[in-house]
C-alpha cells in the first residue's frame, strides 16, 4: 500500500457542485498538507494541519475548507466548484525528521 | 508575504554537461531546504536536502550549496543524463508549512 493515497486519482464535475478530495496516510504522521498546482507552475499551499485539532490556512484557501477526521485523514472540499479549479491536487505528510511523503495526486476538472 | 523563487524557469544541457538549477529565498527564519524532481503527471520526488547550519551537501550526483548570506540556493547535477529532464522544484520550511519555489524545467539534450 502507499504510503499516501488520494483518491479520487481523477475527477470531472460541473460549476457549482460540491466535490471532496480525500487523503489517508500510513505514515503515523500528525502533520498533513494540501496543495493545488496549475500547469507549469509550482505547488501552491492550500490547507495544512499539524494535528486533528489543529488546521490552518495556506496562501490559497479561499474557495476551499478541509477537514481532518483523524490522524490519518485529511480531506479537501469544494464548496462550490469553479473552472479556474481545475487544477492537480497533491496531498503531502511530514514526519518528526521533516521526512515528506506526497500522494499521486488528484487531476480535478470542473467545466 | 515570504517566497522561494527561482531565477530561471528552463534550462537546456548537453547529455554528460553539469547542471545547475538555482533558487532565491527571502525567509531568513527558514532553516531547512529540499530539493525536488517533479516528472509530468507525477507527484514531486525528493531529491536532496539541506539544513541551514551546513553549506554544501553530497548526494548521488546531486550538491546542494546553501549562501545563507544571499539566501541562494543551488542544485547541482553532475554528468547530466536524458532521464533527468523534469521540472525541479526547491521548497523550504517555513513555521512549519512546507512554501515550494516556481520551478525549473529541465531538459537533457542526447
Known amino acids: 500500500d502507499a504510503d499516501v493515497t488520494q483518491t479520487p486519482r481523477n475527477r470531472i464535475t460541473k460549476t457549482g457542485k460540491r466535490i471532496m478530495l480525500e487523503c489517508s496516510q500510513t505514515?503515523?504522521?500528525?502533520?498533513m498538507y494540501w496543495y493545488r498546482q496549475d500547469p507549469g507552475l509550482g505547488l501552491r499551499l492550500i490547507y495544512y494541519s499539524f494535528d486533528v485539532k489543529d488546521i490552518n490556512k495556506g496562501e490559497i484557501s479561499d474557495g476551499y475548507s478541509v477537514s481532518r477526521q483523524a490522524q490519518a485523514k485529511f480531506s479537501l472540499s469544494l464548496e462550490s466548484a469553479i473552472p479556474n479549479q481545475t487544477a492537480l491536487y497533491f496531498c503531502a505528510t511530514r514526519g518528526p525528521a521533516d521526512t515528506i511523503y506526497f500522494g499521486e495526486g488528484s487531476w480535478l476538472t470542473v467545466v | 508575504g515570504e517566497s522561494v523563487g527561482l531565477h530561471l524557469p528552463t534550462l537546456s544541457v548537453q547529455e554528460g554537461d553539469n547542471s545547475i538549477i538555482n533558487c532565491a529565498y527571502s525567509n531568513s527564519a527558514s532553516d531547512y531546504f529540499i530539493w525536488y524532481k517533479q516528472e509530468s503527471g507525477k507527484g514531486p520526488q525528493f531529491i536532496i536536502d539541506i539544513r541551514s547550519n551546513m553549506d554544501k551537501r553530497q548526494g548521488q550526483r546531486v550538491t546542494v550549496l546553501l549562501n545563507k548570506t544571499v539566501k541562494h540556493l543551488s542544485l547541482q547535477i553532475a554528468a547530466t543524463q536524458p532521464g533527468d529532464s523534469a521540472v525541479y522544484f526547491c521548497a523550504e520550511i517555513q513555521g512549519g508549512k512546507l512554501i515550494f519555489g516556481q520551478g525549473t524545467e529541465l531538459s537533457v539534450k542526447p
Open positions: 505514515k503515523g504522521h500528525d502533520r
